[in-house]
């Protein structure tokens, strides 16, 4: 080592005694380390690098077999290790120890099953010789697998502790190392881990780089005029088309096996098994897969279909339905690849509807298109001969906040209805549709953000006797619901007043395909049906993103009321309130769970406020149902003392609320027990 001004030249002088010289030997090496750290991470750094602070002992690094980058076992400035940190923010869970290291090039993989996922592994020592063997937690590591090997599985530790690798497996960076590597924040860190989203191959360097951190606008409270409210809201659903489209096309998954099956419709369905994933990606009905083969055994083939079974408490098979099942591998059932095909029609219909709101002056009233812009204006009352009994035929008679909700909501153009759990907001929307459709001013557009809330409120406005369609997209067509009955494609099935057309689907339902000159006339036809459905319905039923199908384009909704709204972005939202909305009803709860958005930075820019939310801040008090038929009086205390100021009345009793089979062990309904809330 070179040494700067060294002791033994002032030792000679006799000036200074041996602590002294110490002291000067200390500060000389200090001047060594900072001459080195000037130049230690400005020259070219190998490839097995820390890709946050560029430490790059082969001991100390670990390479993510999923993002293909390297990572150091050192915190840093963060609360965990540098790999750990990066395992955990990009989902990933397989490594490869460094060749040079300790042990070599390993994958750290489940002696026993093969499992590689880090977070799961853990190692125990043999009993008779001086090794350890690498198990996962469960099931490889439970006493019952091992009773028969020479393992003792009490001793079965995690490689993972403290939130670092274990430093016999992977060293951890002494703190001079530390401190000389570059130094990266965790504020840093999250940034280079969402730029790695869109460009892999991004540094540090990168996010010092204009427009890279560009954050979008805000969405406001107030808008100007409907063009703003466009160039706001347009660049957050871009953003969030933009991740959701990432996020869909990643999840490709290999080595899936297949089991086959013929519907009832004669077309062939694919049964399997995806392995469990941390992925953020939700899997609906309706959704388009691609399946292909690239076995030896059979050409290869590719294959377009659409879900029509999720997992649930039954089981996690998934079940899609093929397009055309020509030259599909039907005799194989190993090596198929599934990639999920992203469909840009939510988004682009959200996208529609803000141009629409901006450049078409009668997709709104004026009164409700200052209101969602947050204009003052005047109130505005409607006049409409109420009804003398509130309660709809069909239904259960409702209470007296229902009453003044129905009461309320019949006379105003711009209504919002907050309905806490288990006071009655179906029966309540339901009612109000009724007396909507009875009125005549022509059919009532129900929606509502999921399929499955669409389909509880289409099954209640149907117990009224009025004529429902529930409108649903042609890749739900096959999936099975309460009101399929319902549906727009099962009434034309049963419309008597076109055989020709009946004939048609007969004969295409037999033999699967039409002549070009046949299939012509069959869509005409079937488009005449549709449209002479939806003309004469009394209620059209959907989900919020579905009142942008083309079959709607050319009508106009007076009446709208959207279910669970505070559950849809505000964009999502405005698909339905553009098609001519006079009278608007908001049905929700703010105190509940709000939007789901994924992309974060589309989220902290306001795109997870809803509609109803930012109505109820410009001071648009919601008509709220006081009485809640679902819990024990005991249990309904707490959610309306702490969200809803004690409002929430009961409609049930301590008596009418005993459980079925027992209570809790040692409590009984009605007795008061202490809460412990942290």
């Not at 000067?24 to 991470?41: K, M, R, V």
């Not at 965990?80 to 750290?108: Q, Y």
């Not at 004026?366 to 209101?371: N, V």
């Not at 007969?506 to 939806?534: F, M, N, P």
Request: aromatic share 6%.
């Amino acid at each position: 080592m070179k040494k700067v001004g060294g002791p033994e030249g002032i030792l000679q002088n006799g000036a200074v005694d041996d602590s002294v010289a110490k002291t000067s030997q200390l500060l000389a090496e200090l001047n060594f380390e900072e001459d080195e750290e000037d130049t230690y991470y400005t020259k070219d750094l190998p490839v097995h690098a820390c890709s946050y602070c560029g430490i790059h002992d082969p001991a100390c690094v670990v390479y993510c077999n999923t993002s293909k980058k390297w990572f150091c076992n050192g915190r840093g400035n963060t609360s965990g290790s540098h790999i750990v940190n990066h395992l955990v923010r990009a989902k990933c869970k397989e490594v490869t120890l460094h060749k040079d290291g300790p042990l070599g090039e390993t994958v750290l993989e489940c002696y026993n099953c093969g499992c590689r996922n880090v977070f799961l592994l853990g190692f125990i020592p043999a009993k008779a010789d001086s090794v350890v063997v690498l198990l996962c937690r469960q099931p490889c590591a439970s006493q019952s697998s091992l009773k028969d090997i020479n393992w003792d599985s009490s001793q079965w530790q995690p490689l993972i502790q403290d939130r670092c690798f274990l430093s016999w497996l992977v060293k951890i960076p002494s703190e001079q190392e530390q401190l000389r590597a570059r130094q990266i924040t965790a504020q840093q860190i999250n940034k280079l881990e969402e730029l790695w989203k869109e460009n892999p191959s991004a540094t540090l360097e990168d996010l010092e780089k204009p427009g890279v951190d560009e954050e979008p606008q805000h969405v406001l409270l107030r808008y100007e005029d409907a063009y703003q409210y466009q160039n706001i809201f347009g660049p957050l659903v871009k953003l969030e088309a933009d991740y959701d489209k990432k996020l869909k096309e990643s999840q490709t998954q290999d080595n899936i096996t297949v089991r086959w099956d013929l519907g009832l419709n004669k077309k062939r369905i694919a049964y399997f098994t995806l392995p469990k994933t941390d992925s953020d990606m939700r899997l609906m009905q309706g959704d388009e897969i691609c399946l292909r083969y690239k076995g030896d055994l059979a050409p290869l083939w590719k294959g377009i279909g659409h879900v029509i079974k999720v997992p649930d408490n039954y089981g996690d098979e998934i079940a899609i339905e093929l397009r055309s099942s020509v030259g599909a591998p039907v005799e194989v059932t190993h090596n198929f690849q599934v990639d999920f095909v992203w469909k840009s029609t939510s988004f682009d219909r959200m996208q529609s509807a803000l141009k629409t709101f901006a450049v078409d002056e009668t997709s709104v009233s004026g009164y409700i298109y200052h209101k969602l812009l947050g204009h003052e204006v005047e109130d505005v009352i409607i006049k409409c001969q109420l009804p003398k009994r509130f309660t709809a035929q069909g239904l259960p008679d409702l209470n007296h906040s229902q009453v003044y909700a129905v009461k309320t909501v019949l006379q105003r153009p711009l209504s919002l209805i907050q309905g806490p759990p288990g006071t009655g907001k179906t029966v309540t929307s339901a009612t109000i549709v009724y007396h909507l459709a009875r009125q005549g001013n022509g059919p009532v557009l129900v929606c509502a953000p999921s399929n499955i809330a669409v389909d509880q409120l289409t099954e209640k406005i149907h117990q009224t006797g009025l004529k429902v369609v529930r409108l649903c997209a042609k890749s739900r067509e096959a999936i099975d619901s309460p009101v399929s009955f319902l549906a727009l494609h099962n009434q034309i099935r049963n419309m008597d007043s076109m055989p020709e057309l009946q004939k048609l689907q007969q004969l295409k339902d037999e033999t699967g395909e039409l002549s070009s000159a046949d299939e012509k006339r069959y869509r005409a036809l079937k488009r005449t049906a549709e449209r002479e459905l939806l003309m004469n319905a009394d209620v059209i039923c959907c989900t919020c993103v579905g009142a942008g199908d083309p079959r709607l384009a050319k009508m106009q909704f007076r009446s709208i009321l959207i279910d669970e709204s505070t559950q849809a972005t505000e964009p999502e939202c405005m698909v339905p309130v553009v098609l001519g909305a006079k009278q608007l009803i908001l049905v929700g709860d703010h105190c509940q769970l709000g939007p789901v958005v994924m992309c974060k930075k589309a989220a902290k820019a306001g795109l997870s406020q809803s509609l109803f939310e930012r109505l109820v801040v410009l001071g648009i008090r919601p008509i709220r149902l006081q009485v809640q038929y679902r819990m024990h009086p005991a249990l309904s205390a707490f959610p309306s003392n702490i969200f809803y100021e004690g409002s929430l009345q009961n409609g049930v009793t301590a008596g009418s609320a005993q459980p079925r089979v027992g209570g809790l062990e040692g409590v009984q309904p009605g007795e008061v027990k202490p809460v412990v809330t942290a």
